[in-house]
């Protein structure tokens, strides 16, 4: 059976600090992969999605960035925290024409 | 552009009580609609969805109706029980895959027994 496994749970970072929030699919090839984050207040606002290997689309400009090394890998990075990336991340898979799978998510709190 | 807007919780209700969350949307074309749920502890899942209107999604005693005239896809059951406490998000998708999802806020509901 297909599993998605995001780490960490809990992260609190300082300001201007570096960041990599890991995802991983198991049980699935060539999976679409995503990020989401939820702010404070805000509903789930999709950050990047990639269709294959080294395929990186970005919905929005921000501090962070994606990259997806492996098939089943999917990469969430910031070279320097700002505090609005405060919030909650969350990492999703689907084949494409079906639904999405949640990870269980990651919430960030940059102080 | 595409916006979904969901009622504000948090929601309490007592066992089998009837529930109904309220979701609007504003979309360009005909979008598909989704509710998803996240349990305490745990991912968030689909719950159900209706990919054009006048349909209806149903699972777990939920169930949503795709309104086209009033952009709306409310979520309903007639008798919640307490493993229904979870937070509940609307979603509308857009780009031809049903990743490119927009979430609402999310509205949390408790049911006390």
């Known amino acids: 059976s297909q599993t998605i496994h995001q780490w960490p749970a809990t992260l609190v970072q300082p300001v201007g600090s570096p960041l990599s929030l890991e995802c991983t699919v198991e049980?699935?090839?060539?999976?679409?992969l995503y990020w989401y984050r939820q702010a404070a207040g805000r509903g789930l606002q999709l950050l990047f999605y990639?269709?294959?290997?080294?395929?990186i689309s970005s919905e929005v400009p921000q501090n962070l960035s994606a990259s997806r090394p492996q098939d089943r890998q999917f990469i969430l990075s910031s070279k320097k925290l700002l505090l609005s990336d405060s919030g909650f991340y969350l990492c999703?898979?689907?084949?494409?024409?079906?639904?999405?799978?949640f990870g269980s998510g990651t919430q960030l709190s940059v102080l | 552009g595409n916006s979904v807007t969901q009622m504000e919780g948090p929601v309490t209700l007592s066992e089998e009580a009837f529930l109904t969350i309220n979701c609007t949307y504003t979309?360009?074309?005909?979008?598909?609609l989704f509710w998803y749920v996240q349990y305490p502890g745990e991912g968030l899942q689909l719950l159900l969805k209706?990919?054009?209107?006048?349909d209806k999604g149903s699972n777990k005693g939920f169930e949503a109706t795709y309104r086209k005239e009033t952009t709306s896809f409310h979520l309903e059951k007639g008798s919640v029980q307490v493993s229904d406490s979870a937070v509940y998000f609307c979603?509308?998708?857009?780009?031809?895959?049903?990743?490119?999802?927009?979430f609402g806020k999310g509205t949390k509901l408790s049911v006390k027994p």
């Open positions: 049980g699935t090839s060539n999976p679409n």
């Open positions: 979603a509308l998708s857009y780009g031809g895959s049903q990743g490119n999802l927009i």
């Open positions: 990639s269709v294959g290997i080294g395929q």
């Open positions: 999703a898979w689907s084949v494409q024409g079906e639904k999405l799978f």
């Open positions: 209706a990919t054009k209107a006048d």
């Open positions: 979309a360009t074309g005909y979008p598909s």
